[in-house]
Nanobody
Framework: QLQLVESGGGLVQPGGSLRLSCKAS????????IAWFRQAPTKGREGVSC????????YYADSVKGRFTISKDKTKNTVFLQMYDLRPEDTGVYYC????????????????????????WGQGTQVTVSV
């Protein structure tokens, strides 16, 4: 089955940048929609960004629009989340996730409002934005 591994988190000052990576175990990313979620210490898990399997649907949370960019390198089976102008409120554990293959509506629409609809998750990578 699909396995996902995140990397690239760390400690950064406000205004700094990080690039997160989500490496997939499958031979190709072609069938998969990949989303990024984050969870702050005292908040629930929220959707940050998503890239559909077709590439036709791209989602960014309002709080990160203009600062974060999601991209794929299919030759490396990796999805990236490039984060600029990081703010303390961006602090949290960042996860990449994929919906099940039968969830064709999620594959197409890249909806992140229901994290429970995603059944494959990475282990998470910590992002801390602090002076």
């Amino acid at each position: 089955q699909l396995q996902l591994v995140e990397s690239g988190g760390g400690l950064v000052q406000p205004g700094g940048s990080l690039r997160l990576s989500c490496k997939a175990s499958e031979f190709t990313l072609e069938p998969y929609t990949i989303a990024w979620f984050r969870q702050a210490p005292t908040k629930g898990r929220e959707g940050v960004s998503c890239s559909s399997s077709t590439g036709s649907s791209i989602y960014y949370a309002d709080s990160v629009k203009g600062r974060f960019t999601i991209s794929k390198d299919k030759t490396k089976n990796t999805v990236f989340l490039q984060m600029y102008d990081l703010r303390p409120e961006d602090t949290g554990v960042y996860y990449c996730a994929a919906p099940p293959p039968y969830a064709t509506h999620l594959q197409a629409t890249c909806y992140t409002g229901r994290p429970d609809q995603y059944d494959t998750w990475g282990q998470g990578t910590q992002v801390t934005v602090s002076v």
